[in-house]
């Protein structure tokens, strides 16, 4: 049994996972995730790297509540609001980009706010436009403006760059710092690419194989502004020697 629990305003976010099992399509049971303790610090970019399989997704869907079937226990502040971009845009097809961003919006979301977050994405010249007419590029940036539209008090990522080449990823990656640093807000991004951890990652949380737990939490301690390809390279090789078995593949 899980249990949802609204911590002080000031706390932080807790996420306990006692044990988190998958049903297969033969009946048999498979552990996903066993003994994962995680706390998050407010106001930063917490990234989960791990392999294939292990479970991220899985824990991003018990932290945003889309799953309750596990037992441990989550704890968040009272009335959180919560984006969540997913690995696909998943805008909805019959209705604008505008429109998409609208109907998530907090209710204090603006006009004016709308217009300076597609300014800020790069979507402007998009609103009026339905999905079908957008790159996967652009349909990203959208989905990326319709998670912060939500005025969220925690933005969970999964994955959101995934599909992109690497020059459209990056630019993408670096939109999200910016439009983050303008409203910092407690985050926990899903990767399998190390180099994009280190560009974001305030705290580096590397997970098991299946049953996924927590291997090792690394602080990124150099201002994001400083990231640049040597120090990223620095660290990722220091973390290769010191965690090869989860940099190997990735």
Known sequence: ??????????????????????????GSELTAISDFDLELKPESMTVLMGPSGCGKTTLLRI???????FIGK????????????FQEPRLLPWRT???????????????DDLDRLAHAVGIAEMLSRYPRELSLGLARRAALARAFST?????????????????SAD????????VWSERPTTAVLVTHNAREALLLADQLVLLAPRPTHVVAIEP???????????MIEKV??????????NFSSV
């Open 1 to 26: 049994m899980n249990d949802t629990q609204h911590a002080g305003a000031t706390s932080q976010f807790k996420i306990h996972v006692e044990e988190k099992t998958h049903v297969g399509a033969d």
């Open 63 to 69: 932290i945003a509540q889309l799953d309750d079937r």
């Open 74 to 85: 989550v704890e968040y502040p009272a009335d959180v609001r919560i984006g969540f971009m």
């Open 97 to 111: 980009v505008k429109e998409n961003i609208e109907l998530v919006a907090a209710p204090d979301f603006s006009a």
């Open 151 to 167: 005025r969220p008090d925690l933005l969970l990522l999964d994955e959101p760059f995934v599909s992109l080449d690497e020059k």
């Open 171 to 178: 630019r993408l990656r670096r939109l999200l710092l910016e």
């Open 220 to 230: 990124v301690d150099v201002p994001q502004g400083e990231r640049d390809p040597k």
């Open 236 to 245: 990722h090789d220091d973390l290769l020697r010191r965690y090869p078995a």
